[in-house]
């Protein structure tokens, strides 16, 4: 047996993050979902999951193809783990599962539940206009084409593929009961029992064209932003006596526990929407007549080549809205009055964010998007946060953990996800590229922000209730690694049958 030695140094990093990575967290109470990000530092940081799907937010997306998914209709001589794991109702699914229709391959790895309780039949994630269904259920899939298995690939930022299904009470749904009339055999936490396949595209709606999609996260710690969210448009309905079966049936609980709780009520309530957009595939419908449809990936990355290596000059002029992609195509030629105004949405939603301009760093040589490296590596989640923590001591404290994780992966994040369609290009990201282009016309184009930053200030008291800027200016995001990274953790809870977004 080999045994390692550790350093006092090494010793005191490793308990901080046995810490910080605690395996306790509740939907309520002390652990509940305002006290996740004291454990789970990604968890009060960007892009998070669920959203509540406005209509403002949407962008009609034509090159949106319909979800293609394979080898969901299974033998029921091919047996399925249905387990509790305190927090859901979980199926393990075969790897053979899997959505032809992305540009990597994703297979599937499990499905599981959020749903309200008996007086409250209000418990999805995902809320359209504000309007909250009864269930939700997430068919969880790992990028395979990259990543071995679901452990390395969840804290990626192409790692995971979720397609979110709403769920209300209606008519009574024989597909759910193959795995329903089973339920009383997981009634305690880490119970599991055997159950015959059956076909699980029974259990999504009949049209799987019609969606939402969006970059997000894990709706659950650690809260990893490495999640493309697809939420069909159309519900799903199973009868009351169902839901009454899956929202009073089951404990979050372990058997030997002498006071049960009962696992009910366990949804996230909605996150902000971080300058992100929502593409939909579908442009007919209520509350779509007004909806944009996005600029072309081409057009969007001409505008971060400009920022990068282009002339600036026009940019700090009355071009600036050429920077505002939610905005430019409402505002014509000869309309600069309303320039303002789009600004000043623009700056409301993107002031949420913090700014940090040492963490990026221009390549010198040939600094195309490509060469940016941020079109084609994945964000490593792990990584940063190690990083991190070695910048950090111990003892700071965990509001500024958080406001330095937030610093680290929003502006890469966002520009990732801005040059796929996904996110408007927001302000602190636009500054932390100029930041990078120390000349006459980025510093005017800087100026121009800060004065556009000022007259917001003045006329509207959300910014005052914006994150303070960090204090944190000396780390640097850690570099991306090609091949999985294995950390030697996620916990084993993160596991198919152990975890859920």
């Known amino acids: 047996m080999h045994f390692l030695s550790f350093t006092p140094i090494v010793l005191l990093q490793l308990t901080f993050l046995s810490v910080l990575h605690g395996d306790k967290w509740t939907y309520s109470g002390p652990d509940g979902e305002h006290h996740w990000p004291n454990h789970y530092p990604y968890c009060g940081t960007a892009f998070q999951s669920p959203i509540d799907i406005k209509s403002e937010l949407l962008r009609f997306d034509p090159t949106l193809r319909p979800i293609e998914i394979q080898n969901y209709n299974l033998s029921v ?68 084409d ?18 979110g299904v709403l769920i209300e009470i209606g008519e009574f749904n024989p597909a759910f009961e193959h795995f329903l009339k089973f339920i009383n055999g997981i009634k305690y936490r880490d119970q599991k029992v055997q159950l015959p396949g059956f076909n ?46 899956l929202a009073t049936s089951i404990y979050s609980t372990h058997a030997q526990e002498s006071a049960p709780v009962s696992l009910n009520g366990n949804y996230r309530k909605p996150q902000l929407a971080d300058s992100r957009v929502v593409l939909v595939s579908f442009k007919e419908g209520r509350g779509l007549q007004g909806t944009l449809t996005v600029t072309s990936p081409l057009t969007r990355k001409k505008i971060v080549q400009q920022l990068l290596v282009g002339d600036l000059a026009d940019l ?3 071009g600036l809205y050429q920077l505002l992609p939610s905005g430019a195509e409402m505002l014509h030629a000869g309309k600069k009055k309303d320039l303002k105004n789009q600004q000043s949405k623009t700056l409301a939603k993107s002031k949420q964010q913090t700014l940090n301009p040492s963490l990026w760093k221009k390549s010198q040589t040939n600094p195309s998007v490509g060469e940016f490296g941020l079109a084609e590596d994945a964000l490593c989640y792990v990584s940063l946060e190690q990083n991190v923590l070695h910048q950090l001591k111990p003892s700071h404290a965990q509001n500024e953990l958080v406001e330095a994780f937030r610093d680290a992966v929003f502006p890469k994040l966002n520009l990732k996800s801005y040059l796929d ?13 100029l ?61 198919p049958m152990e975890w859920e977004d």
């Not at 990259?146 to 790692?159: L, T």
């Not at 369609?421 to 590229?433: E, M, Q, V």
């Not at 953790?489 to 993160?494: E, G, K, S």
Request: hydrophobic share 30%; glycine share 4%; charged share 20%.
């Open 316 to 318: 700090a002029d009355e």
């Open 200 to 245: 699980i595209r029974a259990l999504l709606p009949a049209r799987l064209d019609e969606y939402y999609r969006y970059d997000g996260s894990l709706t659950t710690p650690p809260c990893y932003p490495s999640v493309l969210w697809t939420v069909f448009r159309n519900h799903v309905t199973i009868s009351r006596k169902q839901f009454m079966t």
């Open 77 to 144: 001589n091919e047996q399925l783990t249905l387990g509790n794991n305190g927090h859901s109702v979980q199926i393990s699914l075969p790897s053979k599962m899997h959505i032809s229709s992305l540009p990597h391959r994703y297979t599937a790895a499990q499905l599981h539940f959020h749903w309200g309780s008996s007086s409250r039949p209000a418990g999805s994630e995902h809320m359209v206009n504000s309007k909250q269904c009864a269930a939700e259920m997430h068919v969880v899939h790992f990028n395979s």
């Open 146 to 163: 990259k990543y071995p298995n679901i452990s390395s690939a969840v804290d990626k930022s192409d790692g995971l593929a979720v397609l």
């Open 435 to 495: 930041r990078g282009r120390p000349t006459d016309e980025a510093l005017e184009l800087e100026r121009s922000l800060t004065k556009a930053l000022m007259n917001k200030r003045k006329t509207s008291t959300s910014i005052k209730q914006s994150v303070p800027v960090t204090k944190y200016g000396s780390f640097s995001p850690a570099t991306v690694p090609r091949k999985p990274h294995n950390p030697g953790y996620p916990h084993p809870w993160l596991l």
């Open 421 to 433: 369609c996904k996110s408007d290009l927001a302000l602190p990201t636009i500054r932390h590229i």
